[in-house]
């Protein structure tokens, strides 16, 4: 058994027409038997979204959907969840706050068992917070302090499906360049990833490379080869300097390796 | 002598209070006897703004200012100009349609003239549409078509008093990461410099090198150790591909050398 593969949204993905990013979503989901999960824990309507969702993976193709509406720490201790999560093909994390996500999940049985289920080949989805929270260092969420100034990041840990690496959503949409520049020049070991709306990346073969599918293209800072880093200091109303960072971006069909951090050139050709 | 340095400021500076990147252009021409010429081509306003920068450049220190306000390609053959601007001590080039500065100008006596008295050290300034045309290619406009799809970035000949570089101006504030990134896909030779807003770049010694100031930062595109370009094909609606950019953002203080396209850590210590 090897572990699932991610499906990592950044945000607003289209919910009527084609919608290629969630219809690549179900067919991936359909390698697997069983339904796709949705859990609502980030959003603070989670009937509303689960509804949404359940009807357009259903009138895609999925052959079910289990909602998640886990809102306490205490739903999140139930026994039951390890074996609805065994029974899924794949789970779907939505939108809301990350943070939400991981003071409500974190530690928790259901977390334990998500992992666990996980490691066994379930696949994971996540649009916007529930794209941020698939790596182990997470941006909680990003300021710019009263009168101006320079941005403040604050960063946490996530859900940990994927090491050295920082997603960030909405990427274009919401010119988050510089917030993910900022996270890089604190972790420069890790490769910032800013996925578009409407975006994905799909993480497959334990996480060793990512495809790009969907409307826009994703964003990769790779702060591996930096020559120089002065860090913003926030009372100072300093911004940073950051020297060598290198960057790719790409749009829907290119592959990226994680771990040679390169463009993969396989286009157009099946893979050895 | 020697040409001239350049002042390229991201638009929207300050023009009351300390006013830290209006303040420093004026020093830099105090360098030189003379007014500073203010150049109003570019907006549809020329009274107004030549009047304003008069008043902001004559209460920080400079000995006169005279307003060249030049709306036609007429006015721009006549005699005087090049005694006038042998005269100055440096020009600033207000903001507006860097179109119109390089279609009203382009190939006229005054273009020449100006030339001509930069390669005998008349320094430069320029904001916003003033800042674009500062390079040998400019980016004259950007839009994405109705309908949305991917960003079609038009480019044309600028005032080319910078060879290999192409400046974007409002950098941050306008979110233009994809526009800049998009000009050095088709121009990898080139190094894309982004300046936000009422931050400059002052560029010394005969274009070899530039130093950043004011509020916030400078962020550089180098293209030429790319790896890898798939070109946007707008009836496609085909986003770029790009990989292997080298990055670096700037803040004030820092100084980049424009020949080895690197940072240069010189900080706190005088150059030799």
Redesign the interface.
């Known amino acids: 058994m090897s572990r699932g593969d991610l499906f990592i949204v950044g945000g607003n993905e289209d919910k009527t027409g084609a919608m290629p990013v969630l219809a690549k979503f179900v067919e991936i989901s359909r390698a697997r038997p069983g339904p796709i999960g949705i859990l609502t824990t980030a959003t603070n309507y989670p009937e509303e979204t689960g509804e949404e969702y359940s009807r357009v993976f259903e009138d895609i193709g999925a052959p079910g959907t289990v909602c998640f509406h886990i809102g306490t720490r205490e739903e999140a201790e139930e026994d039951r969840l390890e074996e609805q999560l065994e029974q899924l093909a794949s789970l779907y994390i939505t939108g809301g706050d990350q943070v939400r996500l991981t003071s409500i999940l974190g530690g928790t049985a259901f977390y334990s068992a998500l992992q666990k289920v996980w490691r066994k080949g379930l696949v994971i989805g996540g649009t916007s917070a529930g794209a941020a929270v698939m790596s182990r260092q997470m941006i909680m969420s990003s300021s710019v302090p009263g009168g101006g100034g320079?941005l403040i990041v604050e960063m946490g840990a996530g859900f940990g499906f994927l090491e050295d690496v920082i997603i960030d959503q909405h990427f274009?949409q919401r010119?988050r360049?510089?917030r993910l520049?900022n996270a890089i020049a604190h972790n420069p070991q890790i490769i910032g990833v800013g996925v578009d709306e409407n975006t994905a990346i799909w993480v497959q073969e334990e996480g060793s490379f990512f495809e790009v599918l969907g409307e826009?293209?994703v964003t990769i800072?790779d702060g591996k080869k930096l020559?120089?880093v002065?860090v913003a200091i926030p009372h100072e109303n300093?911004?940073?300097?950051?020297?060598?960072?290198?960057?790719?971006?790409?749009?829907?069909g290119?592959r990226f390796d994680l771990q040679k951090r390169?463009?993969m050139?396989t286009q157009g050709r099946e893979q050895e």
Chains 1, 2 share one sequence.
């Open positions: 320079q274009s010119a360049f510089t520049m826009h293209t800072f020559t120089y002065d300093k911004d940073i300097t950051i020297s060598g960072v290198r960057l790719h971006s790409l749009a829907g290119y390169e463009l050139i």
